[in-house]
T-cell receptor, first 115, second 110 residues
Framework: NAGVMQNPRHLVRRRGQEARLRCSPMKGHSHVYWYRQLPEEGLKFMVYLQKENIIDESGMPKERFSAEFPKEGPSILRIQQVVRGDSAAYFC?????????????FGDGTRLSIL | GDSVTQMEGPVTLSEEAFLTINCTYTATGYPSLFWYVQYPGEGLQLLLKATKADDKGSNKGFEATYRKETTSFHLEKGSVQVSDSAVYFCAYTTYDKVIFGPGTSLSVIP
């Protein structure tokens, strides 16, 4: 019973390139959440998606960042024209229903490094 | 606004010492409270949770009690092990997201 799968585990990009981070939720989960963890800091919420819908993107930077969760396939967090400040660990979490009592299940993260 | 405050680390303890990591939160309503643990190079794992006032969550020798009157959820363990070395995050859920504290790094030395 696989947990939340994220890939790649490590991603290196040069400034100005695009970064694509993938997340496959746990089997049976239809809610996906993305968080960013800057060095020496806690996790900050970025976006919450259900299949084909963005529910809450209040934590997403206004420019260069986008997320999707298509009907088929993994959720994608896309960062265009990356800058040094985008270097961070990006974590995906999934849940099976919308309840504040239910913990989210986290993947091992993608560590993005910008050269 | 919504926030979680944790005691600052890093915390260094000898094996078998008593551990307390303080956590207080600011939230509207009555959120569910969680402790997550992050081992080096890994994602977050749920350690324990409490969903209502006076509930005690426990797992792997760790405990935390939901104190509504002090809006606190302090993490305790009576005897830590080297394998407990990790970063610990206090958190609560709102309608659609988890609000995390900044994390407290724990190092346990033999």
């Amino acid at each position: 019973n696989a947990g939340v799968m994220q890939n790649p585990r490590h991603l290196v990009r040069r400034r100005g390139q695009e970064a694509r981070l993938r997340c496959s939720p746990m089997k049976g989960h239809s809610h996906v959440y993305w968080y960013r963890q800057l060095p020496e800091e806690g996790l900050k919420f970025m976006v919450y998606l259900q299949k084909e819908n963005i529910i809450d993107e209040s934590g997403m930077p206004k420019e260069r960042f986008s997320a999707e969760f298509p009907k088929e396939g993994p959720s994608i967090l896309r960062i265009q024209q990356v800058v040094r400040g985008d270097s961070a660990a990006y974590f995906c979490a999934s849940g099976d229903r919308h309840s504040s009592n239910q913990p989210q299940h986290f993947g091992d993260g993608t560590r993005l490094s910008i050269l | 606004g919504d926030s979680v405050t944790q005691m600052e680390g890093p915390v260094t303890l000898s094996e078998e010492a008593f551990l307390t990591i303080n956590c207080t939160y600011t939230a509207t309503g009555y959120p569910s409270l969680f402790w997550y643990v992050q081992y080096p190079g890994e994602g977050l794992q749920l350690l324990l949770k409490a969903t209502k006032a006076d509930d005690k969550g426990s797992n792997k020798g760790f405990e935390a009690t939901y104190r509504k009157e002090t809006t606190s959820f302090h993490l305790e363990k009576g005897s830590v092990q080297v394998s407990d070395s990790a970063v610990y995050f206090c958190a609560y859920t709102t309608y659609d997201k988890v609000i995390f504290g900044p994390g407290t790094s724990l190092s346990v030395i033999p």
